[in-house]
T-cell receptor, first 116, second 112 residues
Framework: EAQVTQNPRYLITVTGKKLTVTCSQN?????MSWYRQDPGLGLRQIYY???????DKGDVPEGYKVSRKEKRNFPLILESPSPNQTSLYFC???????????????FGSGTRLTVV | KQEVTQIPAALSVPEGENLVLNCSFT??????LQWFRQDPGKGLTSLLL?????REQTSGRLNASLDKSSGRSTLYIAASQPGDSATYLC???????????FGAGTRLTVKP
């Protein structure tokens, strides 16, 4: 089944303890992206990747890191989490954004992160 | 800057009713528009994708239209069911951005 898989689904952690949220897709998609969703603010892009070893900042990158060493994986790293990073996180992928018209997005099921 | 607005923010209808959800965007320079469904605390499920050259797309009881020049899209749901209760999000892919821009969503409740 074609899908985007995120892990973990739920995570409670303490301030300052490094964590990684994994994202993997099995569709050979070039483009991958991370979002956070907060009440009243909607979906905001954190980082995106156009292809392997190509990443760039989105609208709210502060406090996050990403890497794209393999096409299928795009982990989100919080080096020193803070309570304001408590949110619902989504990973998404798309076949490609290089071409003149764009393909749709496929989303993962989400990771609910609580930082205390 | 592309902004996407969805009205109404919430909608409650009795089962069986036909309904329309609205989405508007400020810049008509888009590649496509996508409608998603989101259940509480869950991920986004793609419902329909309309390319900028298309006027509408249909899937089962769902029909989405796109009027790019006026910056509007509608999602029509026929014969609504309680299982349709969810938040519906629209998103556009602006030409100048490497991302989609999302509306805040319409929370739909279909009462039995």
């Amino acid at each position: 089944e074609a899908q985007v898989t995120q892990n973990p689904r739920y995570l409670i952690t303490v301030t300052g303890k490094k964590l990684t949220v994994t994202c993997s897709q099995n569709m050979n998609h070039e483009y991958m992206s991370w979002y956070r969703q907060d009440p009243g603010l909607g979906l905001r892009q954190i980082y995106y990747s156009m292809n392997v070893e190509v990443t760039d900042k989105g609208d709210v990158p502060e406090g996050y890191k990403v890497s794209r060493k393999e096409k299928r994986n795009f982990p989100l790293i919080l080096e020193s989490p803070s309570p304001n990073q408590t949110s619902l996180y989504f990973c998404a992928s798309s076949l490609s954004l290089w071409r003149g018209w764009a393909y749709g997005y496929t989303f993962g099921s989400g990771t609910r992160l609580t930082v205390v | 800057k592309q902004e996407v607005t969805q009205i109404p923010a919430a909608l409650s209808v009795p089962e069986g009713e036909n309904l329309v959800l609205n989405c508007s965007f400020t810049d008509s320079a888009i590649y496509n528009l996508q409608w998603f469904r989101q259940d509480p605390g869950k991920g986004l499920t793609s419902l329909l994708l309309i390319q900028s050259s298309q006027r509408e797309q249909t899937s089962g009881r769902l029909n989405a239209s796109l009027d790019k020049s006026s910056g509007r899209s509608t999602l029509y749901i026929a014969a609504s069911q309680p299982g349709d209760s969810a938040t519906y999000l629209c998103a556009v892919r602006p030409v100048e951005l490497n991302d989609m821009r999302f509306g805040a969503g319409t929370r739909l409740t279909v009462k039995p």
